[in-house]
């Protein structure tokens, strides 16, 4: 009875207790999931305590941006710069008030926009939200130098984590070359543009943004840089037509596709998966799926120049992108600490998702085929995948898929796996396509003046069944190190049973300074010894 009492007691007082008051970083955390609403709400109960709080102000002010509430967002900004005349963020929220792209405020211009821009990079330059911004308007108004000095200055601020540029050194790779990549936003583009400048990797690719498409300025600079056919798509096509109801973008990008198929664009054209899963036409014509020289590779789907009646999902890309997918990059965040995009934070992070998602279409299509085997060992991957890059995802999950998937095939729910004879290990498929007809084949003599020289080396995992069994030793695996210095193929040398898939997992996605002959970067194969121990 005392006991009951005691309990009571402590439930109403727990009951009566004042809530702990509203802190700035409550409100951050449910705006970085996308509540802004929430998070309003909580940043102006704690701003009646602190009415002084600049971060409180700023956040504010771009909270009632985002909000559509332009009024308001102005007036926490001026707030703030009245406290801090060199609040990046508060000059920043007025720069996309002013910007004519949004329309928020009336005397919307890119005079006014680009000045609160120059202030704000004069007050920090190491802010790399500011830059965002200005390498929009650098790109629409073609100003090649201010483009590049924006894109320098992102990849200083460090605001692009190492996973986001792990995912796009990952997505930029096996692009043919000069391929165009169609990117959707932010985070499928400025990471890219980063490497291409910074590290002057895939600079070959011509990257373009989809959404700074429906803009006619940028769309004209980026078809006149790349050799692309303009049309002005202003005017609305009859109702008769393919291109009724579609978006001047997308109008525009059905043009250059059909000029791929034609073989009157020389260029492969890509378009990065990104673009799909946000986009989701509805409209049938823009089922990728459903075009008739379209295939899909994994990070992206590719056109060739007069391609056709290929399968749709290339078994053998997506597989090679499988195993350079960079696994342990993925483990860290998505979002860094100071970008105040709360669409960055909360949706980066589906970046990982999506290369589940190509798993289980790789898997589907050997469940199509009838080749159990080679399912098994896609779900595998994915289990493996899921738990080393921090999805919350349950193991049971994929077995349940697996299950599934045979089930489709004929086989008997929970029967074993048939047994099949053992094959001999082979190397995976060269990358071949029309854009690398030279690479060299193992054993082929080339002609080196600079040996490739590793600078991303990612450690192997400890198989689990290989560390009870106390397998240890040393793995020597071939690399085909190509000119942009990624590992494009890979076969082992020295085995060491239990042991050569993680090694090969690993060396697949190192990265390279590649190797050179006449001053030209060029493909070799290099041993890469992998050593596993126990102590």
């Not at 008769?240 to 579609?246: H, I, R, Y």
């Not at 299509?365 to 349950?394: C, H, T």
Request: proline share 7%; charged share 25%.
């Amino acid at each position: 009875m005392r006991r009951k009492l005691v309990f009571a007691l402590a439930a109403s007082l727990a009951a009566a207790a004042p809530a702990a008051p509203a802190t700035f970083q409550d409100g951050l955390a449910l705006y970085r999931h996308a509540h802004l609403d929430e998070a309003r709400a909580t940043w102006e109960e704690a701003l009646e305590r602190d009415p002084r709080d600049r971060r409180l102000l700023a956040y504010l002010a771009e909270t009632y941006r985002r909000q559509g509430q332009s009024e308001r967002a102005s007036e926490y900004a001026e707030r703030t710069l009245r406290l801090d005349s060199c609040d990046t963020h508060a000059l920043n929220v007025l720069a996309d008030l002013h910007n004519p792209h949004f329309e928020t405020v009336e005397d919307t211009s890119f005079d006014q926009t680009q000045r609160y821009l120059a202030r704000a990079a004069a007050c920090d330059s190491a802010d790399g939200n500011t830059w965002f911004d200005v390498y929009v308007l650098a790109t629409r108004a073609g100003d090649r130098r201010s483009e590049r000095a924006a894109v320098r200055w992102m990849g200083k601020s460090g605001i692009l984590t190492p996973a986001v540029l792990a995912y796009a050194r990952w997505t930029l790779q096996d692009l043919p070359r000069q391929a165009i990549l169609l990117t959707n936003g932010d985070m499928d583009t400025y990471p890219e543009r980063v490497l291409q400048e910074e590290e002057g990797f895939r600079a070959d690719v011509g990257v373009v943004n989809v959404s700074l498409l429906e803009d006619p300025r940028y769309a004209r600079v980026m078809a006149k840089r790349l050799g692309l056919p303009f049309v002005d798509m202003t005017e609305t096509p009859p109702a008769d037509t393919a291109e009724a109801g579609l978006t001047p973008a997308w109008r525009l990008v059905r043009r250059w596709i059909s000029d791929v198929e034609t073989k009157k664009l020389g260029r492969p054209f890509a378009i990065a998966t990104t673009v799909e899963l946000s986009f989701r036409p509805p409209d049938p014509r823009l089922r990728f799926q459903d075009w008739e020289h379209i295939r899909y590779a994994g990070p992206y789907y590719y056109f060739l120049p007069g391609e056709r009646g290929q399968e749709f999902p290339d078994t053998s890309r997506l597989r090679a992108n499988l195993q350079r997918v960079p696994v342990a990059a993925f483990r860290g965040s998505w979002a860094d600490e100071s970008d105040t995009s709360p669409i960055h934070h909360a949706s980066t992070g589906s970046l990982r998702s999506n290369i589940a998602s190509m798993g289980l279409i790789y898997a589907s299509a050997f469940a199509a085929s009838g080749q159990e085997a080679p399912l098994r060992e896609a779900i595998d991957w994915l289990k493996r995948y899921a738990s080393e890059s921090g999805m919350d995802m349950n193991p049971a999950l994929f077995d349940s898929v697996f299950q599934r998937m045979r089930a489709e095939m004929g086989a008997e729910p929970g029967a074993e796996p048939k047994a099949e004879a053992p094959r001999v290990r082979e190397p995976a498929p060269v990358m071949s396509s029309p854009s690398d007809p030279g690479d060299p084949k193992p054993g082929d003599y080339v002609y080196v003046e600079e040996l490739p020289e590793a600078i991303t080396k990612v450690p192997p995992s400890y198989p689990e069944e290989a560390r009870q069994k106390g397998i240890q030793g040393t793995v020597v695996v071939q690399a085909l190190v190509g000119e942009y210095g990624v590992v494009k193929n890979t076969y082992v040398t020295r085995s060491v049973p239990g042991l050569d898939r993680a090694a090969e997992e690993a060396v697949r996605q190192w990265t390279f300074k590649p190797a050179k002959a006449k001053g030209k970067p060029i493909a070799v194969w290099v041993a890469v010894p992998v050593r596993f121990t126990l102590h």
